[in-house]
């Protein structure tokens, strides 16, 4: 159990690229925190650092209250959990999570009774004399975890444990993970690439981007409000529409339509001094067909028409992606995300609106369809800076 | 194997006469000699597989002459010691080839690629005037410094081919095990890559065992000619009548132990050869 | 950060023409490393085969006969003209570039099948791999008499099945046939494994979908194995067809170079042990290895980016 202070933290390779830059976080203990964001931002490399895997260029690494940054991963007292589970082909899984008790030079009897113990929770008793080669994906990424938690370690790092791991397989031990985590109550460091995990694991999620941390918050704050559009368009999937936008007088013009700005919106747009030229985020699941939403609720939204090009039909809702009127917003941090989620290789992929509707939406593939959308719920960014000028503190 | 569609009767029938040619092939003239050593001086000349009166007598006159048993010691000092340093030089070769950065690997790998396609007879006339200066003509090192050369890249390329399967992520693993970077090399790092290290020794052994250039041209006296160089000298040496049963049997005994390995590390010898040719 | 700092105090006039990317000491100490682990390899190698090419060079200018030591000399390209104008050394030459195209050629087509069979076989799989390494790790001295004694009349199975009364191994073209049999059968196992890795490497999906688009199992092996298995073939071409052009155990216990049957490599070992001559002998060591250097470069210039080794450095 320990608290871990990542005090400016940065990495500065040889060759004068930039990996991190002064990270400052503050892993409360027993607290789980995920480092989150697309690949080369630096999430891997934080974790390595803590982990003694790699040299600190600048600032300071604290577990505890004392510095860490020359101590040698062996003498940090914490456990680390690969994207390859990296098991040790030539032992046994009982060997395999004895490994750091007997380097520890634990007696023989205390090490057997820990590794049945953590076989035990992990559901692993039966598999004990296997090799590693003789098991599943699953099995595999439990032996992982297994080698962690039997040496009862100050805290855990988990290089992205699950994404080796099929769709189905991938939620299961999700869940396992976070009732584990909870049960031991150690403090974790937990990097993914994967938004859904990101979401349901962490007390907090750390969003990084080309180094730098973009927003260190609870998920559902981060989801609710992020600071800027890079964690807007990050965080949730399908991820959120943005359309570019002029501000006039209280007025919006969008692709969407023109429609007064919502009060809440206008106030915090003015307290920002927002710029005339703007970008509008719609969430999916603010849409809604425009014929399911009454009276009294559609008169704080906007409704307008389009054409509707494909409808995937869920069962439980439905996603409509169509196509509006003008361009789609576009700013280096749109696209770097489109590239990072592979968005710029389908061919038409970006330029579309998705909304998620009701399941019981009529409206058919291929005909117009009016549209409700809550003008409440919309986030205005500023396109040159990104930064999200309806943000406000919790 | 899903282009073979169903196994039938017909099929397997088909292939089990295509394997039997295969073994024919492979077994007939290691037969023979089989053969030939045990027949006795007058059933030599029948010409049949089967001897039809059988003798221990070839193993038994080989085994009383010096020429022989001194041979034999030499193949088997000779080839160990080769075979010992060319694997302790080509590991330390081939971990810096597939595990570090730094110049002239490029370099290093040509080098190694145009000595495994060396004339070895052009090497045999300046290393016997040379040898013959050095005082090294005649002794077990004049044949040893040869054959590590040759050996050299062939074990660079098999190792350097294994190393690069190992996942290096372990030697994390492992110190986030608590492992000292001695502790991991020696606990994770060493038993992974055992394996590699003794199919390359096979491999290399057999090439050393194999030699008949050097060992012909670079000896004179059984100080240290070794078997394959000794054999041709049963055809002239005046205590054997006829030397055809003794041939065949010194033969037999110096295949014995590619035989065994042959049956004891088939997938390794296959994966040894196959890796370095065409990963390398 | 102290290394920048040292870098450029060491090197500040080099630091100022070229930006050359500084080194960590992590990276120097790597590359120090790299090069002392290579360091007994590259030596050994260097020395054993540098040193005495340079030194044969030498000799071949030479006139140097042990039987006549006082008569050393250098006669400049002398022993060049007197090799190159003697039919015995073309005559070696041509046997050797015969047994070495038409073995290889065969084991190519052999080993080729014996791939395929060892690749795809439902049955005893272990067994035919194990039993095709025999040939590959016998003694080739052995496997010789092994051939010899099946090709002699007297103690032979095989020469009196073919000619009876015959004796092979004193005729030409029957002789280079049993050298040429000799070879083939020691390395079709090797050529085969080396093809093995090769068939391993095509795809069964591209086999399946090549039947899909209707190609029958001939034009699936031609169409899509081979051009897929190139790189192999080449490698075991230029590895068979270089160890072949140096022939000797073989023809030195079947035929003793006898009925014109002597290769290059029993020319040059006749000239150095038995005439002791080294002048002579060093002329045909560097006229074989100049040959050899040939051979390769036409066969790197075939493989062109399929060399080995030419990407093994940073991508594996």
């Known amino acids: ?394 | 194997m899903a282009m073979q569609g169903a196994i039938t009767a017909g099929r397997r029938t088909r292939w089990t006469l295509v394997n039997i040619v295969v073994v024919v092939y492979a077994l007939v003239p290691v037969l023979w000699i089989l053969s030939l050593s045990f027949k006795t001086k007058d059933t030599l000349d029948d010409g049949k597989f089967i001897p039809r009166a059988w003798t221990f007598q070839n193993y038994a006159d080989i085994f009383v002459t010096d020429d022989f048993v001194r041979a034999l010691v030499n193949s088997i000092g000779i080839s160990l010691i080769a075979t010992a340093i060319a694997v302790v030089f080509g590991t330390m070769a081939a971990y810096a080839i597939a595990r570090l950065d730094f110049p002239g690997k490029r370099l290093l790998i040509g080098i190694s690629l145009l000595i495994a396609m060396f004339p070895q007879v052009s090497l045999v006339t300046p290393l016997f005037n040379i040898e013959r200066t050095l005082g090294l003509f005649d002794t077990w090192l004049g044949l040893i410094i040869p054959y590590i050369t040759f050996a050299l890249p062939l074990a660079i390329y098999t190792l350097s081919a294994f190393f690069r399967e190992i996942p290096w992520e372990l030697e994390k693993a492992a110190k986030m095990d608590g492992a000292t970077p001695a502790q991991a090399f020696r606990r994770v790092i060493a038993p992974l890559a055992a394996p590699g290290v003794f199919t390359t020794a096979i491999l290399v052994f057999i090439f050393c065992w194999n030699d008949f250039l050097f060992a012909i041209s670079l000896t004179s006296t059984n100080a240290s000619r070794t078997v394959p160089a000794a054999l041709s000298f049963f055809t002239g040496a005046s205590q054997f009548e006829d030397p055809t049963g003794t041939i065949a049997a010194a033969a037999v005994v110096i295949t014995i132990p590619i035989v065994l390995f042959v049956l004891f590390f088939q997938r390794r010898i296959v994966a040894g050869l196959t890796s370095g040719a065409v990963k390398g | ?316």
């Open chain 3, 1 to 316: 950060m102290s290394s920048v700092v040292s870098e450029t105090v060491a090197t500040p006039v080099k630091a100022g023409k070229k930006a050359k990317p500084v080194l960590s000491e992590g990276k120097k100490a790597e590359r120090r490393l790299g090069l002392l682990l290579c360091a007994p390899a590259a030596i050994v190698m260097l020395l054993v085969t540098a040193y005495p090419i340079g030194y044969s060079i030498w000799l071949s200018l030479q006139r140097y006969d042990l039987r006549f030591p006082a008569e050393r000399e250098f006669i400049g390209l002398a022993n060049y003209a007197a090799v190159l104008s003697n039919s015995y050394w073309w005559t070696a030459f041509v046997t050797t570039l015969v047994i070495t195209v038409v073995s290889v050629a065969i084991e190519l087509v052999l080993g080729m099948l014996l791939a395929l069979i060892m690749h795809r076989t439902i049955v005893g799989r272990g067994l035919v791999r194990t039993v095709s390494l025999i040939p590959y790790g016998i003694v080739t001295v052995v496997a010789a008499f092994s051939w010899y004694y099946a090709w002699t009349p007297d103690t032979g199975y095989l020469a009196n099945l073919i000619a009876p009364g015959g004796a092979p191994l004193t005729e030409y073209l029957p002789s280079l046939a049993i050298i040429v049999l000799a070879e083939v059968w020691k390395t079709t196992p090797f050529m085969a494994l080396l093809l093995m890795a090769g068939l391993a490497l095509v795809p069964d999906d591209l086999l399946k979908a090549a039947a899909m688009d209707g190609a029958n199992a001939w034009q699936r092996f031609i169409k899509v194995m081979v051009p897929v298995m190139k790189p192999a073939i080449l490698v075991a071409l230029l590895f068979r067809t270089l160890d072949a052009f140096r022939i000797f155990d073989n023809i030195f216990v079947l035929t003793s170079g006898a009925n014109d049957t002597s290769s290059v490599s029993m020319q040059t070992y006749n000239n150095l042990i038995k005439g002791l001559n080294l002048g002579i002998g060093s002329t045909m060591a560097v006229l074989i290895f100049i040959t050899v250097a040939i051979i390769a470069f036409i066969f790197i210039k075939l493989f062109g980016t399929a060399a080995p080794g030419s990407d093994s450095g940073g991508k594996r």
């Open chain 1, 1 to 394: 159990m320990a608290e871990i202070v990542l005090d400016k933290v940065s990495k500065r390779y040889p060759d004068g690229a930039l990996a991190v830059s002064e990270v400052d976080l503050t892993v409360a203990d027993g607290e789980f925190i995920i480092l989150v964001g697309p690949s080369g931002c630096g999430k891997s490399t934080t974790l390595n650092m803590v982990a003694g895997l790699e040299d600190i260029s600048a600032g300071e690494l604290r577990i505890d209250g004392q510095r860490m940054n020359e101590k040698a991963p062996k003498d940090r007292d914490i456990a680390m959990v690969f994207q390859s589970y990296a098991l040790y082909p030539h032992m046994s899984v009982r060997e395999n999570m004895a490994f750091p008790l007997r380097l520890a030079k634990v007696d023989d009897s205390t090490v057997r009774s820990k590794v049945e113990e953590a076989a035990r929770i992990l559901d692993l008793t039966q598999h004990l004399d296997r090799k590693p080669a003789n098991l599943s994906g699953g099995q595999r990424q439990r032996v992982a975890m297994g080698r962690a938690i039997v040496r009862s370690p100050k805290a855990f790092l988990m290089d992205e444990p699950l994404s080796n791991l099929d769709a189905k397989l991938r939620g299961q031990m999700r869940t396992s993970v976070s009732k584990l985590q909870k049960q031991l109550g150690t403090t974790t460091l937990y990097v993914t690439h994967d938004q859904t995990e990101a979401m349901t694991l962490g007390d907090r999620v750390v969003v990084l981007r080309a180094g730098y941390v973009q927003q260190i918050d609870s998920p559902q704050f981060l989801y609710e409000h992020p600071a800027n559009l890079f964690v807007a368009g990050f965080i949730g999937s399908p991820s959120m529409n943005f359309l570019p936008a002029t501000l006039e007088g209280g007025q919006i013009k969008s692709p969407l339509g023109s429609f007064a700005l919502p009060d809440r919106v206008r106030r915090l747009a003015e307290a920002a001094n927002a710029p005339r030229e703007v970008i509008v985020g719609v969430r999916p699941e603010h849409f809604e067909d425009a014929q399911l939403v009454d009276e009294t609720a559609s008169a704080g939204g906007v409704t307008f028409t389009a054409h509707v090009d494909v409808l995937e039909s869920m069962g439980s809702e439905k996603y409509a992606y169509f196509t509006v009127e003008g361009e789609l917003a576009s700013t280096a941090e749109l696209e770097e995300l489109a590239a990072d989620t592979g968005a710029d290789d389908v061919p038409g992929g970006g330029a579309q609106i998705v909304a998620r509707l009701s399941a019981a939406s009529r409206i058919v593939e291929g005909g117009q369809a009016s549209v409700w959308f809550d003008a409440t719920k919309l986030q205005l960014f500023d396109p040159s800076s990104g930064a999200n000028l309806t943000y406000e503190e919790a």
